[in-house]
């Protein structure tokens, strides 16, 4: 059965470095969408309905890997900058 691919980009290969499969692919997918789901509010100038901590601490509840987590955040440049 093959994968459906992460449809934000870059977010496959960095999941793919880390060996990552099965339904926390998907995990991670999903937290990507919220992530840029976040970045076009905030680009259309509309205040985002979660912060990234909260996402990320949901996230974290899910078993997620922290540095993978920040690893997806760099794909989203608004984000990552706003952040660090």
């Known amino acids: 059965m093959r994968r459906k691919p992460c ?18 692919r998907a995990t991670y997918c999903d937290f990507a969408k919220e992530i840029q789901k976040i ?20 996230y974290l509840t899910y078993s ?9 955040l760099k794909i989203f440049p608004l984000i990552w900058q706003s952040g660090n």
Request: net charge negative; charged share 20%; proline share 6%.
């Open 64 to 72: 997620a890997n922290p540095q993978i987590l920040n690893e997806i």
């Open 7 to 24: 449809p934000i980009n870059g977010v496959d290969s960095i999941l793919d470095h880390y060996g990552i499969a099965g339904t926390m």
């Open 39 to 58: 970045q076009n509010d905030i680009l259309e100038g509309k205040q985002p309905q979660s912060s990234i901590d909260d996402i990320i601490n949901k």
